[in-house]
């Protein structure tokens, strides 16, 4: 094939998946539509999917669109690399301003593309999450986590004050919904192994004491699921409580 018409095939192929970025963006924004919109269109944080695929699934699609994206665009820039150093000594005739510019670029695409490795997140605890209600997010209120532990002061203010009963719960309607505080052992970056870990639990009994009556990974965040789930912190620390007495007992 001439390479014209490879750099038609290429440009053909970038153009297919440039919309499909963009509509996969609009899919996002309109119709799968993030925890907090859910509860006002819908009445409550339901789970939404297009073709089998949730947000989050869609989201990892975009990942790859993208790496496709980066290899066509390379490809391009190889059929076309005779024509590019002409045109750039056009554009920039001094020699040393066309090396700067070259390595300044170059440095900004790496960096767009590498810097998610080159920072760590910002964790939040407590505020308005993304579910409409508080807890594990980053709403208004949303206050900075740290690793310093609670004084002993501070821990009794946030500890649970509902005192644990001998009785399992055995659903989503047994788990407690008072005000709606956060455990200072609970975190939701936690998964729902650790977050059992920390009370000596079994993972699988600890969901099903909180609502969560199918299958669900230990590796799931705990954050995540209190938004599908409509439990807190607080509610977490609860009912693990119950079941290490139960099991002690």
Not at 201 to 215: F, K, N, Q, S
Not at 240 to 248: I, P, S, T, V, Y
Request: glycine share 12%.
């Amino acid at each position: 094939m001439k390479k014209s018409n490879w750099s038609l095939v290429i440009d053909a192929l970038l153009l297919l998946l440039t919309a499909f970025m963009t509509g996969k963006g609009l899919l996002l924004k309109y119709v799968l539509i993030p925890g907090r919109e859910r509860q006002i269109v819908y009445g409550s944080n339901v789970e939404l999917e297009l073709f089998g695929l949730d947000r989050h699934q869609w989201g990892t699609l975009h990942l790859y669109v993208g790496y496709g994206m980066i290899a066509l665009v390379i490809l391009h820039i190889i059929l076309h690399w005779n024509m590019i150093p002409n045109m750039y000594r056009k554009l920039i005739a001094w020699r040393g301003l066309r090396a700067a510019v070259a390595v300044v670029y170059i440095a900004v695409c790496l960096l767009l593309v590498f810097f998610p490795f080159l920072i760590q997140p910002t964790i939040l605890e407590g505020g308005e999450g993304r579910g409409g209600g508080k807890g594990y997010g980053r709403g208004k209120g949303a206050q900075k986590q740290t690793d310093r532990p609670p004084t002993h002061a501070q821990a009794e203010q946030i500890a649970p004050q509902t005192p644990p009963s001998s009785d399992v719960p055995s659903g989503k309607e047994t788990v407690l919904h008072g005000e709606r505080g956060k455990s200072p052992g609970i975190k939701g970056y936690m998964t729902l192994a650790e977050a059992a870990g920390q009370y000596g639990v079994p993972p699988e009994d600890l969901a099903r004491a909180l609502g969560i009556r199918e299958a669900i990974s230990p590796n799931a965040r705990m954050g995540q699921l209190r938004q599908q789930y409509n439990f807190t912190m607080e509610d977490v620390a609860t009912v693990a409580e119950r079941l290490k007495k139960a099991q002690q007992k």
